[in-house]
T-cell receptor
Framework: GNSVTQMEGPVTLSEEAFLTINCTYTATGYPSLFWYVQYPGEGLQLLLKATKADDKGSNKGFEATYRKETTSFHLEKGSVQVSDSAVYFCALSGDYKLSFGAGTTVTVRA | SAVISQKPSRDICQRGTSLTIQCQVDSQVTMMFWYRQQPGQSLTLIATANQGSEATYESGFVIDKFPISRPNLTFSTLTVSNMSPEDSSIYLC????????????FGPGTRLTVL
């Protein structure tokens, strides 16, 4: 079946640091891949998506590239801010549903 | 995307009681989903709710415990029945949209505490 493995947290960074959250997946076929973000006390927001190999999703300074050869979809941001403190979830779409990773808690300190 | 609202936003309930959570979307959608997020955990799909048919439940979730209604293309309810403290979670609804029909957008969630 489909599954997503995410880098374990928590991750603590200083402002303006570089952020990478690793995500790898196992799936049949060609799933779409997603990153969702959950800010404290809120629901999930779609951060970015990619629908086919070599696609790059980007939003709010975050980027992730769909790498079929390494079955990965790592999330990156070049310079984080305190407002990026949140839980980040990697997910894939397949079998008519979303499969989520465990989530990575990111804390950015001023 | 879509604007999705949920009611209530949070509630504190006594064990043995039931709570019905409402999910309203500002546009017509075919697929709606209900998830549970236990404290500090990821999301687990409870069921898929399609208008005009019975909800489809995931392994480990049953209709008697989590009855779902889907009376039209913009609204759904999830009831958490005969609650126990283990049901304390965030319950989220989502809808499927996008050109490929594979992107889900989530409501703000309902934070349930069972005493």
């Amino acid at each position: 079946g489909n599954s997503v493995t995410q880098m374990e947290g928590p991750v603590t960074l200083s402002e303006e640091a570089f952020l990478t959250i690793n995500c790898t997946y196992t799936a049949t076929g060609y799933p779409s891949l997603f990153w969702y973000v959950q800010y404290p006390g809120e629901g999930l927001q779609l951060l970015l998506k990619a629908t086919k190999a070599d696609d790059k999703g980007s939003n709010k300074g975050f980027e992730a590239t769909y790498r079929k050869e390494t079955t990965s979809f790592h999330l990156e941001k070049g310079s984080v801010q305190v407002s990026d403190s949140a839980v980040y979830f990697c997910a894939l779409s397949g079998d008519y549903k979303l499969s989520f990773g465990a989530g990575t808690t990111v804390t950015v300190r001023a | 995307s879509a604007v999705i609202s949920q009611k209530p936003s949070r509630d504190i309930c006594q064990r043995g009681t039931s709570l019905t959570i409402q999910c309203q979307v500002d546009s017509q959608v075919t697929m709606m989903f209900w998830y549970r997020q236990q404290p500090g955990q990821s999301l687990t799909l409870i069921a898929t709710a399609n208008q005009g048919s019975e909800a489809t439940y995931e392994s480990g979730f049953v209709i008697d415990k989590f009855p779902i209604s889907r009376p039209n293309l913009t609204f759904s309810t999830l009831t958490v029945s005969n609650m126990s403290p283990e049901d304390s979670s965030i319950y989220l609804c989502s809808v499927e949209m996008g050109a490929l029909g594979d992107t889900q957008y989530f409501g703000p969630g309902t934070r349930l505490t069972v005493l």
